[in-house]
């Protein structure tokens, strides 16, 4: 039994140096048994330990690396967005520049056209200057996107700041002009308008569709009495019936009978003028009525004091006859 006993430990001889005595250490063999098996045990652990640490370590690091890849491509993406955006702009800088250019020179267009008006104003003419502009190229002539070319030359950021201070500028130019010609037009316009009611209703047009005159203004004798008077007017000859028009624009003020005038109508005119109709054999308007030049007013007759189908036309300025031939020209006119 003694033996059996002896056979299941074991003796581990320790040796420090020659100095030393050697020491023995009696075992079991469970137990040595035991000790490398837990170092095995501890190693494993420790090496399984160390392998779910570094496979986290490793999870973690991939969610950073996939998160700073994301990062990039957000960045990316911005930079690309941001890029895309500086070119948009600058297009649309381009395209502002063009557009305030154009609109510039359409506003000194107009504004010159304002100062032909003012010149047509000032003259009291029928006609407008000619426009000078007729020669500039237009924008709106051609699609500008087919009729275009040219080498590329990249802008550089600095030209599109210029650029657009430059195009910041023309807008206040243009802004400037336009307060400018948004007081004046007004005023313009108004003055366009009296010099048009003023043309139109200047008596220049001949009153008959007959231009034989039989007596003119002044003095003569009288085919009844035959002593000398003064005939205000002009007596034009025509057969009864014929049209008689109004020789200017304006209103009319009288559309009556008298026993010397007969049948007459007055109308009054722009600048202090009237002129008057007699012996009219039918009136065709009435006290009142606005009559545009060249507008029918009457047939002509021989009513009142006459000695035959004629229209005696007069011109009267500020409350005095006037000869009538300086406001109107007869054509082909047979009075000798």
């Known amino acids: 039994m003694k033996r059996a006993s002896a056979n299941r430990r074991m003796t581990l001889l320790v040796m420090r140096d020659a100095q030393h005595s050697v020491k023995q250490i009696h075992l079991s063999k469970p137990l040595m048994m035991a000790v490398p098996a837990a170092a095995v045990l501890s190693l494993s652990g420790l090496i399984l330990a160390l392998q779910a640490h570094s496979s986290q370590a490793i999870s973690q690091l991939e969610q950073k690396v996939t998160l700073e890849n994301a990062k990039n491509l957000q960045l990316q993406n911005s930079v690309n967005s941001r890029e895309q955006s500086i070119e948009r702009l600058q297009n649309e800088i381009i395209k502002l520049s063009t557009q305030a250019k154009d609109m510039q020179q359409r506003m000194q267009q107009v504004d010159q056209l304002e100062r032909q008006l003012q010149q047509f104003i000032q003259k009291h003419g029928t006609?407008?200057?000619?426009?000078?502009?007729?020669?500039?190229?237009?924008?709106?002539?051609?699609?500008?996107?087919?009729?275009?070319?040219?080498?590329?030359?990249?802008?550089?950021?600095?030209?599109?700041?210029?650029?657009?201070?430059?195009?910041?500028?023309?807008?206040?130019?243009?802004?400037?002009?336009l307060k400018m010609m948004e007081s004046k037009i007004p005023q313009t316009l108004q003055k366009a308008q009296e010099t048009q009611r003023q043309i139109a209703g200047s008596p220049t047009l001949w009153p008959t569709e007959s231009k034989v005159m039989t007596s003119s203004f002044g003095y003569r004798t009288d085919p009844f009495t035959g002593r000398a008077s003064f005939h205000a007017g002009i007596d034009i000859a025509g057969d009864n019936g014929e049209p008689v028009y109004a020789a200017g624009a304006g209103k009319v003020i009288a559309a009556d009978q008298s026993g010397a005038r007969g049948r007459y109508i007055v109308i009054e005119h722009p600048n202090g003028l009237q002129t008057w109709y007699m012996h009219l054999s039918k009136l065709q308007v009435k006290e009142g009525d606005s009559v545009d030049k060249g507008e029918q007013i009457a047939l002509l007759g021989s009513t009142g004091r006459s000695t035959g189908p004629h229209l005696h036309f007069q011109v009267v300025k500020n409350d005095k006859p006037v000869n009538p031939l300086p406001y109107i020209r007869a054509q082909n006119s047979e009075f000798d």
């Open 127 to 177: 006609g407008m200057a000619a426009d000078d502009s007729s020669d500039k190229a237009s924008s709106l002539s051609r699609d500008a996107s087919q009729h275009v070319g040219g080498e590329f030359v990249a802008v550089h950021q600095n030209e599109m700041l210029d650029l657009a201070r430059e195009t910041k500028d023309d807008f206040q130019e243009m802004q400037e002009l």
